[in-house]
């Protein structure tokens, strides 16, 4: 399964910014998508996510600020982000957790990542 992201750029803080990330394909079950973030210097942190029919997680740093959806029809997951802020500039990269339908084998699946800069 390819992940595949949008919506990254560079935005004022205070602005807003809309990334998408859809697993195209069959034959899969996905249980979790979520979005992570790396900044330079720094380890991958989570950001937000979300079970299948479950309830959203978020990092305390954003709480209030961004929101996760997912499009279930679709297989994507959305991050809504309001109010940036300058620290909020890293890669942000999707993840999904799949189950095979056929094996059941689970396996992390991670998208190619998208710059999100906030100038101040």
């Known amino acids: 399964v390819q992940l595949v992201e949008s919506g990254g750029g560079l935005v004022q803080a205070g602005g807003s910014l809309r990334l998408s990330c859809v697993a195209p394909?069959?034959?899969?079950?996905?249980?979790?998508m979520a979005w992570y973030r790396q900044a330079p210097g720094k380890e991958r942190e989570l950001v937000a996510s979300?079970?299948?029919?479950?309830?959203?997680n978020y990092a305390d740093s954003v709480k209030g600020r961004f929101t996760i959806s997912r499009d279930y029809d679709k297989s994507t997951v959305y991050l809504q982000m309001n109010d940036l802020k300058p620290e909020d500039t890293a890669v942000y990269y999707c993840?999904?957790?799949?189950?095979?339908?056929?094996?059941?084998?689970?396996?992390?699946?991670w998208g190619q990542g998208t710059q999100v800069t906030v100038s101040s």
């Open positions: 394909g069959s034959g899969f079950v996905i249980n979790l």
């Open positions: 993840n999904a957790q799949i189950a095979a339908v056929v094996s059941g084998a689970i396996r992390n699946y």
């Open positions: 979300i079970p299948t029919g479950g309830v959203a």
